[in-house]
């Protein structure tokens, strides 16, 4: 693959890492922040790309280690009490609105409750659809420990909206 092919194919993840880093960031310009550092990063690796490798799951674990780099030579740990705050982040390739607002409403609380990194976890299996085994890959963890990060996710959401149909 030639570099402008590339920087074509990584253009068009645009929406897609944005997504990811506000959901690993929970906030718009730190989200912003992280997603262009991760395309400057990915753009500079061109020649570590393999042609046979999903582009995307490439991508995504950049800006996974990006965002674990930048918080471990912070030491600190962002603000993850901002939520979702436009309901037009979580939509799908075409544009169109994945998640209503009354969805995004309920959908803050319970995200707001997990890890961060069962939030990684969550947001790449249950918002951008990956399997377990591609969501791993892109973490770099074991599969088994996504299946965990789900699982404890799923229960935790289980009890808040248990709770609020009391």
Same mark, same amino acid.
């Given at each position: 693959?030639?570099?402008?092919?590339?920087? #074509?194919?990584?253009?068009?993840?645009?929406?897609?890492?944005? /997504?990811?880093?506000?959901?690993?960031? /929970?906030?718009?310009?730190?989200?912003?922040?992280?997603? $262009?550092?991760?395309?400057? %990063?990915?753009? *500079?690796?061109?020649?570590?790309?393999? @042609?046979?490798?999903? !582009? #995307? *799951?490439?991508?995504? /674990? =950049?800006? &996974?280690?990006?965002?674990?780099?930048? @918080?471990?030579?912070?030491?600190?740990?962002?603000? &993850?009490?901002?939520?979702? $705050?436009?309901?037009?982040?979580? @939509?799908?390739?075409?544009?169109?609105?994945?998640?209503?607002?009354? %969805?995004? =409403?309920?959908? #803050? #609380?319970?995200?707001?409750?997990?890890?961060?990194? $069962?939030?990684? +976890?969550?947001? !790449?299996?249950?918002?951008?659809?990956?399997? &377990?085994?591609?969501?791993?890959?892109?973490?770099?963890?074991?599969?088994?420990?996504?299946? +965990?990060?789900? +699982?404890?996710?799923?229960?935790?959401? @289980?009890? &808040?909206?248990?709770?609020?149909? $009391?």
């Amino acid at each position: 693959m030639n570099y402008r092919l590339f920087k #074509k194919q990584i253009e068009s993840l645009i929406p897609d890492v944005k /997504r990811f880093a506000f959901s690993l960031t /929970r906030d718009r310009d730190n989200g912003d922040d992280l997603a $262009q550092q991760s395309f400057a %990063t990915s753009l *500079s690796k061109f020649d570590q790309f393999k @042609n046979n490798s999903n !582009l #995307k *799951s490439w991508v995504f /674990r =950049i800006v &996974y280690t990006t965002w674990i780099d930048i @918080n471990r030579k912070n030491k600190t740990i962002t603000n &993850y009490k901002k939520m979702v $705050q436009d309901s037009h982040l979580i @939509n799908d390739n075409k544009g169109n609105d994945i998640l209503s607002l009354n %969805t995004c =409403i309920d959908y #803050k #609380k319970p995200v707001s409750l997990l890890a961060e990194k $069962q939030r990684a +976890s969550f947001h !790449l299996v249950c918002i951008e659809g990956y399997s &377990y085994s591609e969501a791993a890959a892109i973490l770099g963890i074991p599969v088994g420990t996504v299946a +965990s990060r789900i +699982s404890h996710s799923r229960h935790k959401f @289980n009890q &808040y909206f248990s709770s609020r149909r $009391q």
